[in-house]
Each structure stands twice: as C-alpha cells, then as structure tokens.
C-alpha cells in the first residue's frame, strides 16, 4: 500500500512562510492524486490544496489561495506545499494523503502521519 | 464553518447500531460522491467509505453509507468500544472546485 511521510513542519511567525515536503514509498505519487489536509488543534479536518497525478493541475481551499502553492517533483516522488504569508489561523497538524487515482481528491485512501505547523509571535 | 453538516456527538451502547448523517447541497452531496473516514484518538484519519457505499478492503461490513438528494449516511452496527472516534463525511464541491469535510461526529460507545 505503501507509506506518506511529511516534513518540514515548525514555529513561524505571523507573515512568515514553511515549506512542507510529503515523500511517498512504495508507489508512484505521479500516478495518483495528492492532497493536503489540515487540522487546527481540537478541531475539524479541512481540505486545504491538491494536485493532480496526470496533468499537474492544482486546486486549493479559498482559505488559501494566493498564499499557498502546491507542487511535485516527480524524480523524488515528492509533493510539496510551500506556505507563505502565514498567519494565527494556519496553526494546525498538516496531513498528506494520496487519493484513489490521478484526479481523486475526495476518496483519501492513504495518509501520513502529519506536521505541526505553529504560527505565533 | 462547514458546509457539510454532521451532528457534532452520537452514542449508543455496545452491540447497538448508531447512524451518522452529513447533509450537504446540491453543488456537493446532491451532484458528487461522499466519503467517511474515522479518526481514532491521536492518529491519521482513516478511509472508511468511498462513492457513496464501497468499502475499501479491510473495512468491516458493520460500516455502511448511503446517499439520497443533497444528504448521507453512516451506519455502524454491531457497536465496538473499539469504534470509539469521530467520524467525517468529505464530497467534492462543483462550485468551490474543492474538497468539503463535515465538522465531524464524536462516536461514544457507552
């Protein structure tokens, strides 16, 4: 079935940016959709961005977008999510999860373990 | 605020059936597949439920979904302490072009 490792998660302060990187092993992340998933302390799940396996096209929460980028490096089997001008809200335990193929953003059926992002002065 | 909508707690006792549900709107549930996933304490959410009703494999048949309209459910018989979790509902938005989650249902096993 195969494993998702994220990192690159941290303290930040408010305006500043993280990268975070989500590693796949024991499949292709080209072949599959993958999706960050975010859950702020105590709460809920929230879909926050996703790129397509087959054509790379990109899609995000309105939450997000203009700040956050999605991208993958195929040659690492990497999918990574660079945040910027991050703010208090954007605290939470960011998950990867790869979906059932190419464009599936919505049938998660693999995911990481997670990155604590903190956003705080 | 979730655009999917799920009672935040249900309970039930050992052995019983209990029924989650997850209402939503045409732009999501009425024109798009639902998935459930449960999140047992301190780990990754788990898929439970993809296209409506489908299982993947390892998941007990005591965990069921259906969909009619704009709204879903999950049915979880014969009731573990072991089910013990919350529960979210998740549908593509046609609209938004994003994925919804439900704000999820606390399962008590009493």
């Known amino acids: 079935e195969g494993q998702l490792v994220e990192s690159g998660g941290g303290l930040v302060q408010p305006g500043g940016s993280l990268r975070l990187s989500c590693v796949g092993s024991?499949?292709?992340?080209?072949?599959?959709?993958v999706s960050w998933v975010r859950q702020a302390p105590g709460k809920g799940l929230e879909w926050v961005s996703g790129?397509?396996?087959?054509?790379?096209?990109?899609l995000y929460a309105n939450s997000v977008k203009g700040r956050f980028t999605i991208s993958r490096d195929n040659s690492k089997n990497t999918v990574y999510i660079q945040m910027n001008s991050l703010r208090v809200e954007d605290t939470a335990r960011y998950f990867c999860?790869?979906?059932?193929?190419?464009?599936?953003?919505?049938?998660?059926?693999?995911w990481g373990h997670g990155t604590l992002v903190t956003v705080s002065s | 605020q979730s655009v999917l909508t799920q009672p935040p707690s249900v309970s039930a006792a050992p052995g019983q059936k209990v029924t989650i549900s997850c209402s939503g709107s045409?732009?999501?549930?009425?024109?798009?597949?639902v998935s459930w996933y449960q999140q047992l304490p301190a780990t990754s959410p788990k898929l439970l439920i993809f296209?409506?009703?489908k299982r993947p494999s390892g998941i007990p048949d005591r965990f069921s979904g259906s969909k009619s309209g704009t709204s879903a459910t999950l049915d979880i018989t014969g009731l573990q302490t072991g089910d013990e979790a919350d529960y979210y509902c998740?549908?593509?938005?046609?609209?938004?072009?994003?994925?919804?989650f439900g704000g999820g249902t606390k399962l008590t096993v009493l």
């Open positions: 999860a790869r979906g059932q193929s190419t464009n599936s953003f919505n049938e998660l059926e693999n």
């Open positions: 024991g499949f292709t992340l080209l072949t599959y959709g």
């Open positions: 790129i397509n396996g087959h054509n790379g096209d990109t």
């Open positions: 045409s732009s999501n549930i009425g024109n798009n597949v």
């Open positions: 296209a409506n009703n």
């Open positions: 998740g549908a593509w938005d046609s609209s938004l072009k994003a994925v919804l």
